[in-house]
């Protein structure tokens, strides 16, 4: 009994060693790739007939050599390592307050810049802020994807279906995102969408139907995160074993909450009576990558939790 125990922990700690491995060439390829993609095409856009170098080109051009140097810097590796510790509390708080930090960063950029050109250009369609988000929620799926294969594995249909579902889910707002590849290869779309979309673009969520409602879907979903993130510490001591085991499986953790509660808060400002004069509809693009970054943190620890020993 003993070898088999022992055993069972030599094969789950090589599970969590992979996982580990993988998640940080992942972040890594990523952050490296996208930061000098980002830088590349600030560089070059003076010689495209673009109107030349903008302050939100210099911009750009500094966040993409940020992340090339985070991705070679071996901070994603310490970074999850630190999270799987015993002691993680001080990292859950530093997650938790990383999207605040990131607001006032965006706050004071808005004041320097005063919504000008170079602020709506790096936060607009097609801009830097954008594609993060596109990335993050293929990173959804690529991570969910594993977790809802175990849980089939194990006979947990509930959860395999719940992991599945948010798969699916994330590919499909990423291909939305980028209007099913019209954004990055620049087809023309059907007479169709040119007719009943609000954006010319081939995808859905900007559909005259549906295009009204989605500021209300992003409330709703945010407070729903937001909301379980917070309930669900004092809710599971009151719960049966199983319900317990499906939520800690299923609710994001609490140092997630203030990606969600920001989304909300933005999102609720803009549905509101619109002044024009701080809070423009550019800023959405923001909170909806602080939105898929929470998703993603969640469902990343998720990922390495499955496999611990």
């Known amino acids: 009994m003993a070898t088999q125990l022992r055993r069972g922990e030599d094969q789950g700690q090589d599970l969590l060693s992979q996982r580990l491995a993988r998640c940080s060439k992942i972040f890594n390829g990523l952050l490296v790739l996208f930061g000098v993609g980002a830088a590349i095409a600030q560089l070059i856009k003076p010689f495209l007939g673009d109107g030349g170098f ?3 080109d210099g911009i750009a051009l500094l966040v993409g050599l940020g992340l090339v140097l985070l991705g070679q810097s071996g901070a994603i590796a310490s970074l999850l390592n630190s999270a799987l510790s015993v002691k993680n509390q001080a990292v859950k708080w530093g997650l ?23 602020y709506k250009l790096l936060m607009g369609e097609g801009g830097f802020v954008e594609y993060a988000t596109v990335i993050a929620f293929i990173l959804v799926g690529v991570f969910a994807w594993p977790l809802a294969q175990r849980f089939r594995r194990g006979g947990e249909k509930l959860l395999a279906l719940g992991y599945f579902g948010l798969t699916g889910l994330a590919a499909f707002v990423a291909l939305e995102e980028i209007s099913w590849g019209q954004t990055l290869l620049g087809w023309k779309e ?16 900007n559909l005259v139907w549906f295009q009204q409602y989605l500021g209300d879907a992003v409330i709703l979903g945010s407070l729903g995160l937001f909301g379980l993130c917070v309930v669900w510490p004092w809710l599971r001591k009151r719960c049966s074993e199983r319900l317990r085991g499906y939520g800690d499986w299923l609710v994001p953790e609490w140092c997630w909450a203030g990606c969600f509660l920001i989304t909300l808060v933005v999102y609720v400002a803009l549905e509101g009576p619109d002044d024009g004069v701080f809070l423009i509809s550019r800023d959405q693009e923001f909170v909806e990558l602080l939105f898929a970054g929470g998703l993603l943190g969640s469902v990343v620890s998720k990922y390495l939790k499955q496999a611990k020993p």
């Open 54 to 56: 903008n302050l939100s």
């Open 96 to 118: 938790f307050a990383t999207p605040f930090v990131l607001t006032l960063g965006v706050v004071a950029l808005k004041l320097a810049l005063n919504n000008n050109r170079s």
């Open 190 to 205: 059907t007479a169709f969408f040119e007719s009943y979309n609000v954006q010319e673009e081939t995808n859905l969520h």
